[in-house]
Antibody
Framework: QVQLVQSGAEVKKPGASVKVSCKVSGYTLTELSMHWVRQAPGKGLEWMGGFDPEDGETIYAQKFQGRVTMTEDTSTDTAYMELSSLRSEDTAVYYC?????????????WGQGTLVTVSS | SYELTQPLSVSVALGQTARITCGGNNIGSKNVHWYQQKPGQAPVLVIYRDSNRPSGIPERFSGSNSGNTATLTISRAQAGDEADYYCQVWDSSILFGGGTKLTVL
């Protein structure tokens, strides 16, 4: 049974950074293409980036390049997403999501979401 | 850049058929995935690669994709189908449609 369990809610000040974790069970992280998707309050889903295991690269959405870093700790099967230079518009629920196959496939398992609030 | 267009809302009478569209230039040449999201919950995959249902998703959910429109069809709509629905494709990047709120009357 695959499970993605994320870290708890965060409150950050503008300009700070946040690091959200996603613990995988039922799979080995190295077998997966893990992605991050966010959702601002009352808004739709927005893809932030993901890992392509075929070429070993992490690909970031252009909007977040330079501000987001996605990493993995294979010893604990935990993925991380760090977003820096936070602004109020970054207030959102952040999800990790596992691709069902390759990097280009659908997301068949999702974490429960982590609310990040950016407020002075 | 590629864009996906979904209606903001769709209403369906209980027990009838709902159709939610996802428009995009030549979307029929791409793999389209559909997600259901209920308030306060993470999205759930309901259709992948245009017309395939993951295990555990009722047969009432089906999908099609041709030309410039992909369609999610929900037959015999139930109150529990009320949710937001998102389409997703890959086109140089992973993209989601803006989402459609389904109301079951």
């Amino acid at each position: 049974q695959v499970q993605l369990v994320q870290s708890g809610a965060e409150v950050k000040k503008p300009g700070a950074s946040v690091k959200v974790s996603c613990k995988v069970s039922g799979y080995t992280l190295t077998e997966l293409s893990m992605h991050w998707v966010r959702q601002a309050p009352g808004k739709g889903l927005e893809w932030m980036g993901g890992f392509d295991p075929e070429d070993g690269e992490t690909i970031y959405a252009q909007k977040f390049q330079g501000r987001v870093t996605m990493t993995e700790d294979t010893s604990t099967d935990t993925a991380y997403m760090e977003l820096s230079s936070l602004r109020s518009e970054d207030t959102a629920v952040y999800y990790c999501a596992k691709s069902s196959g390759s990097y280009y496939d659908s997301f068949d398992y999702w974490g429960q979401g982590t609310l990040v609030t950016v407020s002075s | 850049s590629y864009e996906l267009t979904q209606p903001l809302s769709v209403s369906v009478a209980l027990g009838q058929t709902a159709r939610i569209t996802c428009g995009g230039n030549n979307i029929g040449s791409k793999n389209v995935h559909w997600y259901q999201q209920k308030p306060g919950q993470a999205p759930v995959l309901v259709i992948y690669r245009d017309s395939n249902r993951p295990s555990g998703i009722p047969e009432r959910f089906s999908g099609s994709n041709s030309g410039n429109t992909a369609t999610l069809t929900i037959s015999r709509a139930q109150a529990g189908d009320e949710a937001d629905y998102y389409c997703q494709v890959w086109d140089s990047s992973i993209l989601f449609g803006g989402g459609t709120k389904l109301t079951v009357l």
